[in-house]
């Protein structure tokens, strides 16, 4: 690669945003050194449920997460018509200018173990670079016994510092064992939110009084 890649891209459908995927961007960055991570809500998911939350709640949300300086938003999948496809949105990108070379998606292990089910999956390990983060019980060394035909494209963050091509770097780091789901569950039993996502994503949970009855 001639040009380091600096920037995350963090997909995901944030019904809602809470601290494991917070964490799931933090350990991405700390081992690739990005310059920034980019939190980017998906208006159609395509191998989920359709969210509970509207597309703008879901934007505002994730805004409020993103605290950090480092971090963004965009709403560049919510203003796409149809499915959010990882692929269609790096052609978006690439029409835009953005040299893909600088360009690392994030996601989870536990997502990552599907790719093949993924839209145009060989095309987006061909043009880009993934972080795959554990989660828990999906330690990301384990995909080079899961998903063993991808294995040699496997790589630590020391080797794809060096490479010149497209890598798939696994980035073991605890992060908190937390979903969406289980969010969701809290506040339709009434639990505390406390631990579970960013205190100003639990206020605005509740002042729009979202979730309610969901699961």
């Known amino acids: 690669m001639t040009a380091p890649p600096t920037h995350g891209w963090l997909g995901g459908t944030f019904d809602p945003i809470h601290v494991g ?11 690739l050194g990005l310059d920034r991570v980019t939190l ?5 998911p395509p191998h989920r449920p359709q969210p509970h939350a509207s ?3 879901r934007v505002a949300m994730a805004t409020l997460a993103a605290a950090a300086p480092w971090m963004d938003v965009s709403t560049m999948e919510i203003e796409t018509q149809g499915p959010s496809y990882t692929a269609t949105t790096l052609d978006h990108l690439e029409a835009e200018g953005v ?8 996601t989870g292990a536990d997502a990552f173990a599907g790719i093949s ?13 993934f ?4 989660r828990p019980g999906h330690p990301a ?3 080079q016994q899961t998903l063993p035909s991808l294995a040699p494209r496997m790589c630590t963050a020391q080797a794809w510092a060096t490479t010149s091509h497209p890598c ?6 605890p992060t908190a064992p937390v979903s969406s789901t289980e969010v969701r569950g809290a506040i339709a039993s009434g639990r505390s939110l406390k631990g579970l996502v960013p205190a100003p994503v639990e206020a605005y949970i509740a002042a729009n009084g979202l979730y309610k009855g969901a699961s």
């Open 141 to 143: 060394p384990a995909l």
């Open 131 to 134: 972080a795959v983060v554990s």
């Open 117 to 129: 089910s993924w839209h145009r999956a060989e095309d987006l390990l061909q043009r880009v670079s």
């Open 55 to 57: 597309a703008d709640h």
């Open 99 to 106: 040299d893909l070379r600088t360009l690392v998606v994030i």
């Open 168 to 173: 798939i770097v696994l980035v073991d780091a």
């Open 21 to 31: 995927h917070l964490d799931v961007a933090r350990a991405a960055r700390a081992a």
């Open 40 to 44: 980017v809500p998906a208006r159609m």
